[in-house]
């Protein structure tokens, strides 16, 4: 069998967005049929079981990057090996920074001494990825975003995350696909930034825009269509807290593989800070909620060359259908053929998901629906 094993880096300074990127890639990568193999960021993973290059009882910091490049290359080759394992012919290992991402810790001098000890060059390091997507600590142009409270392994002030910024882009200088990702937009089209690259080197086309539609069940005809599309079910649930921030919990199932992730938010607040967690903590928070557990039905589809999310709900005895359309060519109008009528719901804040998932107001939602009619 043919293997198309993609091998993506993503990198960056301290509180860049790499979390929520590397999520949303997988739901991304997943939805155009592959399967996706993470390899977690080894340092974070080091300092948290209380192996440190700082505070008491700390170890030389080249001792340090050696066994963090150690841990990276062993992981590194545990996916490369399930992925040839894989039955999949369509495999994408994602990469929570790369073995290149040490020398932007430590001087160069002694990152080449490590490389040497292993009879390793910068050259075998490059070539082990395909592409890599730097994205730029929010300390540059949106410093009143930055915070080091998502992650505990993460000590820098805004000053140091800059220079760390700077110092992990150009430890990854010499790689002939890498990409930067500024904070010159919203977070949320930052991280559309992040998935267009990966489109592009899929061979899908670039998103201009998205279009999120409310559409009346009764209007949907799928009967003729369900075997053009990837199903996915989606179990989603959401937990309030005093500080008008939310945490949005999900399962997601295709192919009976399950995938869990949680999303905190502030309400009405675009910024989003999403982690993978385990099926442990997704169904330990499960059973200690008192709200709503909505489940919903995904399609993901692509007609006319352009891709299609259609979500169906069952809320409150309710049908409801969301459809989001990723927009390529702005001269492809409508919805697809099979849904009768839509009616547009982009940027309406009725319809977000603080609607949907936080407050339930089904009533109103439809009452609106009837309305437009």
């Not at 919903?296 to 359309?325: C, H, M, T, V």
């Amino acid at each position: 069998m043919n293997k198309d094993i993609l091998n993506i880096v993503v990198t960056g300074g301290p509180c860049g967005g790499k979390t929520s990127a590397l999520n949303e890639l997988t739901l991304l990568l997943r939805s155009y049929g592959y399967t996706v193999y993470l390899v977690d960021e080894v340092a974070t993973e080091l300092i948290n079981d209380g192996i440190k290059p700082f505070g008491d009882n700390s170890i030389d910091i080249k001792s340090f990057q050696s066994l963090v490049f150690d841990a990276q290359i062993s992981k590194e080759e545990i996916r490369k090996k399930a992925a040839s394992f894989c039955p999949n012919s369509k495999v994408a290992i994602l990469y929570d920074r790369g073995l290149l991402d040490n020398r932007g810790y430590i001087k160069d001098a002694i990152f080449e001494e490590i490389i040497k000890e292993r009879n390793i060059s910068e050259t075998d390091i490059i070539t082990r990825y395909d592409l890599v997507i730097h994205l730029v600590t929010a300390a540059i142009g949106k410093e009143e975003y930055y915070t080091t409270l998502n992650n505990s392994a993460r000590t820098e002030t805004p000053e140091q995350a800059r220079m760390q910024d700077r110092k992990t882009m150009e430890a990854w200088r010499n790689h002939p696909n890498l990409k930067i990702v500024g904070n010159d937009t919203l977070f949320e089209e930052k991280i559309q930034k992040v998935k267009n690259y990966i489109r592009a080197y899929i061979g899908e086309e670039e998103v201009i825009k998205q279009e999120r539609y409310i559409i009346d069940i009764n209007d949907i005809d799928l009967n003729n269509f369900l075997h053009h599309m990837i199903k996915e079910v989606i179990e989603e649930f959401v937990l309030n807290y005093d500080n008008d921030e939310i945490e949005i919990f999900s399962k997601s199932t295709i192919n009976g593989s399950s995938y869990y992730t949680c999303i905190k938010k502030k309400k009405n607040d675009d910024t989003k800070i999403c982690r993978t967690i385990s099926s442990n903590e997704y169904f330990n928070y499960r059973s200690k909620i008192k709200g709503n557990v909505i489940e919903k039905i995904r399609y993901n589809f692509i007609q006319d060359q352009e891709r299609y999310r259609l979500d169906l709900f069952n809320l409150s005895g309710y049908p409801l259908a969301i459809l989001e359309r990723d927009i390529t060519n702005i001269n492809i109008k409508g919805i697809p053929n099979f849904i009768k009528n839509a009616t547009i719901i982009t940027n309406n804040r009725d319809y977000d998901d603080d609607s949907i998932f936080v407050d339930y107001n089904i009533d109103r939602i439809y009452k609106k629906i009837k309305d437009n009619k």
